[in-house]
């Protein structure tokens, strides 16, 4: 019989090189689920990689039923999808549904990882919707090879701190700790690997003859969770995965084999990555003044923001007299991430572009914007010590 994914629509990139899934168009950017580099041309990944763009029909969908539209979608942060109307109309007919998303823990988390978690959040809220979160522990460990099993493990509990801190309680976030929660999972894992041949995973991901076997049969696992709540409740409980466009490989390959199971096929949203403080499109974890992490402490946040790179002009007179450029500004950026008033965003904007807000005054207004929303969650995060277990998916199946 011929394997479902291998029948794979050729990538319509002429630029495109190497592999099918893992973009690297040449001397530009190159997006792979463990590698971001260069200036990302989101436009032409979205082609590459053949998910839609989000429509002003889908967006209407959405407020349709959810009563509002998240201002991480209305500002276009959140710009693409797999059957995200599909999922949205499903919705209306009254049919369950639930949401998943992740994170590997190589280390502590940053303000990018939290975005789409807080979406996460108002979907859950929005739509009643259960949250399978996964830990991938197991991930890291084969990805690293410095890391320590223990050590991925433990991140997997403090990143766990970051999610619950979000305000969700036990009885709508499930959590997955990859390397302790297996058995659920395990199950629907090996069915996917039975349908995903070397050839396949080799050119969604660039595995080459040096990949451990870990890694080879990793994507089964996140795979997996897609399902999860289709066979623990016995029906076609489809999920949304709202995570950054650097996951969509292993999304795509879900879509790809959830027919032969009888599964419903996973729906997608994706965000594009939060900028790094450097002006780059993402931020790099061995560049810790690139990112903002949730446990820097005051001090630190101040000057990551102070010492950012800006849209600005390299004088203060030159800045009144031509203004600055906000879409280059990860300064702007994180105004644009953390401030739900529209108005007042517009105005940074406008103020920025006329040469009225200097580069200093805007970092001290995001300073306090952002110390604001870190000393909140921080306190959530350490309330939610020691209460992980409770989270824990094999806690409630037992
Ligand atoms: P990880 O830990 O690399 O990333 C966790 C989540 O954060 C998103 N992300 C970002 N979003 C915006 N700006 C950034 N700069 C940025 N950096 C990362 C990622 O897209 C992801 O949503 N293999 C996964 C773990 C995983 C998972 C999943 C992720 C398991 N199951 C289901 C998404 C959905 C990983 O290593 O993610």
């Known amino acids: 019989m011929e394997n479902p994914v291998d029948r794979k629509e050729p990538s319509n990139n002429p630029q495109a090189v190497i592999f099918d899934d893992v973009v690297q168009i040449t001397d ?3 997006v792979t689920p463990w590698e971001v580099r260069g200036r990302v041309d ?44 599909v999922i949205m109309k499903w919705h209306g007919g009254g049919r ?24 996460l959040k108002w979907l859950s809220d929005k739509f009643n919707l259960e949250v399978y ?21 433990g991140w997997a509990y403090e990143n766990a701190l970051d999610v619950i801190a979000l305000g969700f309680t036990p009885d709508k976030l499930h959590l997955i700790v990859d390397t302790k929660d297996i058995k659920p999972l395990y199950p629907i894992a090996v069915k996917v690997a039975k349908k995903l041949t070397w050839n396949t995973v080799k050119a969604t991901f660039g595995f080459t003859d040096s990949t451990n076997i870990g890694l080879i049969f990793y994507p089964s696992l996140q795979i997996a969770v897609a399902f999860l709540p289709s066979e623990l409740r016995r029906e076609a409980v489809p999920v949304l995965i709202p995570c950054a466009i650097d996951q969509d490989p292993y999304f795509r390959l879900a879509r ?4 032969v199971f009888g599964y419903p096929k996973p729906a997608t949203l994706y965000s594009k990555f939060i900028m790094a403080l450097t002006g780059e499109s993402k931020m790099s974890a061995s560049n810790p003044d690139s990112a903002i992490y949730t446990q820097d402490d005051e001090k630190t946040v101040r000057r990551k923001i102070m010492n950012a790179f800006t849209g600005g002009r390299p004088t203060a007179e030159e800045q009144r007299k031509y203004g600055g450029d906000p879409d280059i500004c990860p300064v702007f950026h994180y105004h644009m991430l953390f401030d739900p008033d529209d108005a007042s965003v ?18 001290l207004k995001l300073y306090e914007k952002l110390s604001k929303f870190l000393k909140e969650h921080r306190e959530r995060r350490e309330k939610a010590r020691g209460k992980v277990d409770d989270y824990r998916i094999s806690a409630k199946l037992r």
């Open 28 to 30: 530009e950017f190159v």
């Open 42 to 85: 989101y436009d032409k990944l979205l082609r590459h990689f053949g998910a839609k763009p989000l429509t002003r029909d889908e967006i209407a969908l959405l407020e349709k039923y959810a009563g509002e539209v998240h201002p991480l979608i209305r500002r276009g942060f959140f710009y693409a999808h797999r059957d995200f109307d």
């Open 96 to 119: 369950p549904w639930a949401l998943y998303t992740g994170r590997g823990p190589s280390g502590p988390v940053h303000i990018g990882h939290m975005v789409p978690w807080i979406l």
């Open 133 to 153: 979160f996964q830990l991938t522990d197991d991930e890291k460990f084969f990805d690293d090879p410095e890391m320590r099993l223990e050590e991925a493990t």
């Open 256 to 259: 790809d084999v959830a027919d």
């Open 346 to 363: 517009e105005k940074i904007r406008q103020d920025c572009r006329g040469g009225a807000l200097l580069c200093g005054e805007c970092k």
